[in-house]
């Protein structure tokens, strides 16, 4: 997908929101909005947003000295999400269809913010687990798909969902190649927070080489290419991810809040839906 005017705000709002998170003070947030500005209205609007927003963090690092500022936050989604973990598991081993119950527990943990609300309550009474609530339901064609599979390559997304993500895995009895991020950006997993979300147990972590805040093919290393290539299935987490990659064609399954004006119109779903899509470009393997 690419950029549209209305991603000049969203673009504009990470920054502002990265300066409240670092503790700039206001002169200091004034120049960097400056230069944020500045560069928006000179970069390439023909790209993903994720591909623009890593031009803009790698201004913000500059600007503040700080590669990662987001470091502190990560680790405390992760804490606290792996003591919601006992409890989901239980709920997703007792359920009628315990992997749709671990599919749909993964896809809370893409719309959830443990900072900015009560939602990890929401989470822990598993009032997420039931039928109908989804703007997207594929579902059926995801576990097909996963029962067929022999390579499965699962793209993650924010470091806090990791635990989650691990959760699905384990209920799936599979073990995939789970991919992050080449290195820090918002809040986004890395190598790091994989690891100490326990996902080295039950699944081969690898990166992308890619450290947009979602999976440009084209930035990828060529060693994860052949990943992607050589895959039967790949699920694909969060919006970054799917404005990245909806356009191949691939065995790609996505599962996302559609957070944003332009992607829940793109998809036809009421914005802040959550979705479980098969690509519109599905294909068994990946076409380059």
């Known amino acids: 997908m690419r950029a549209e005017s209305e991603?000049?705000?969203?673009?504009?709002?990470?920054?502002?929101?990265?300066?409240?998170?670092?503790?700039?003070?206001?002169?200091?947030?004034?120049?960097?909005?400056?230069?944020?500005?500045?560069?928006?209205?000179?970069?390439?609007?023909?790209?993903?947003?994720?591909?623009?927003?890593?031009?803009?963090?790698?201004?913000?690092?500059?600007?503040?000295?700080?590669?990662?500022?987001?470091?502190?936050?990560?680790?405390?989604?992760?804490?606290?999400?792996?003591?919601?973990?006992?409890?989901?598991?239980?709920?997703?081993?007792?359920?009628?269809?315990?992997?749709?119950?671990?599919?749909?527990?993964?896809?809370?943990?893409?719309?959830?913010?443990?900072?900015?609300?009560?939602?990890?309550?929401?989470?822990?009474?598993?009032?997420f687990l039931s039928s109908g609530y989804l703007g997207i339901d594929d579902y059926q064609l995801l576990k097909e798909s996963l029962a067929r599979a022999d390579r499965i390559v699962f793209l993650g997304d924010n470091a806090g969902e990791t635990v989650f993500d691990r959760l699905l895995i384990e209920v799936s009895g599979r073990r995939p190649v789970y991919a992050v991020r080449e290195g820090p950006i918002i809040n986004d997993a890395t190598l790091e927070e994989a690891s100490d979300s326990g996902l080295a147990g039950v699944a081969e972590l690898v990166s992308s080489g890619c450290r947009a805040p979602g999976t440009v093919y084209g930035k990828c290393s060529p060693g994860f290419k052949k990943i992607l290539e050589e895959a039967d299935l790949i699920i694909s987490k969060g919006q970054g991810n799917f404005e990245c990659l909806e356009q191949l064609r691939g065995p790609f399954f996505f599962l996302l809040k559609a957070k944003c004006r332009v992607v829940s119109r793109y998809l036809g779903v009421q914005q802040g839906s959550l979705v479980i899509i098969r690509s519109r470009n599905y294909e068994p393997r990946l076409v380059v």
């Not at 998170?21 to 200091?28: S, T």
């Not at 947003?49 to 990662?68: A, H, Q, V």
């Open 7 to 127: 991603c000049y705000l969203c673009l504009l709002s990470q920054v502002l929101r990265t300066s409240g998170v670092l503790g700039l003070d206001e002169p200091a947030v004034r120049g960097l909005m400056r230069e944020a500005c500045l560069f928006l209205a000179r970069t390439d609007f023909d790209r993903t947003p994720p591909e623009i927003s890593e031009d803009l963090y790698s201004l913000l690092s500059r600007f503040t000295g700080n590669p990662d500022p987001y470091k502190h936050l990560k680790k405390e989604h992760i804490a606290r999400a792996l003591k919601l973990y006992p409890e989901l598991k239980s709920l997703a081993d007792k359920a009628s269809d315990p992997l749709r119950a671990a599919v749909e527990i993964s896809l809370a943990g893409n719309a959830i913010d443990f900072g900015a609300n009560s939602d990890e309550d929401w989470l822990k009474e598993g009032k």
